[in-house]
């Protein structure tokens, strides 16, 4: 069936320094690919998506190109704040049969000043 | 301003009794979902709805209850059947197949 891997957290960087998440997926067709955000005690929000091969998403720094070679979809940034600390999920969606994506584990994040 | 509403932030009770968590959005979206998340833990899916008046079992139903009179609206009920109901709740809806999911603020749920 479909899947999402991502890197085990958590996550420990210091400000500023270089962030990348891993994320690797299996699906039997074509999906859309997604990051999504969560902050201590809310909910998800869309950080940026992608869906097609070679596209690029982006937002508020953060970047994840969809490379279908190899079935990857990692979440980049530059230069992490403090600000940046949750949690963050890989996530595919198919289109065809049912409307359920398909998520990861998360993976935290924790920027020390 | 479009959005996904849950209430309550925290709800609290006691062991036996059933709880009913609220989900409403304005997004005119048709697909709606429970998931449910414990610490440390990704999400996991309880109840989905595709349309109006019909839902579908996600991958842990056991103990819960959905019901789909209107496309506003997916409310969670917990019944006393759900051993570990005590969790963070949370709604998302979306539209069209390969499009993102919107979620709510989450309820956290204490049963004791």
């Known amino acids: 069936g479909d899947s999402v891997t991502q890197m085990e957290g958590p996550v420990t960087l210091s400000e500023e320094a270089f962030l990348t998440i891993n994320c690797t997926y299996t699906?039997?067709?074509?999906?859309?690919l997604f990051w999504y955000v969560q902050y201590p005690g809310e909910g998800l929000q869309l950080l940026l998506k992608?869906?097609?091969?070679?596209d690029k998403g982006s937002n508020k720094g953060f970047e994840a190109t969809y490379r279908k070679e190899t079935t990857s979809f990692h979440l980049e940034k530059g230069s992490v704040q403090v600000s940046d600390s949750a949690v963050y999920f890989c996530a595919l969606s198919l289109s065809g049969g049912s409307y359920i994506p398909t998520f990861g584990r998360g993976t935290s994040l924790i920027v020390h000043p | 301003d479009g959005g996904i509403t849950q209430s309550p932030k925290y709800l609290f009770r006691k062991e036996g009794q059933n709880v009913t968590l609220s989900c409403e959005q304005n997004l005119n979206h048709d697909a709606m979902y429970w998931y449910r998340q414990d610490p440390g833990q990704g999400l996991r899916l309880i109840y989905y709805s595709q349309i109006v008046n019909d839902f579908q079992k996600g991958d842990i139903a056991e103990g819960y209850s959905v019901s789909r009179e209107k496309k506003e609206s997916f409310p969670l009920t917990v019944t006393s059947a759900q051993k570990n109901p005590t969790a963070f709740y949370l709604c998302?809806?979306?539209?069209?197949?390969?499009?993102?999911?919107?979620f709510g603020p989450g309820t956290r749920l204490t049963v004791t």
């Open positions: 699906a039997t067709g074509y999906p859309s």
């Open positions: 992608a869906t097609k091969a070679d």
């Open positions: 998302a809806s979306s539209t069209g197949l390969r499009n993102e999911q919107y």
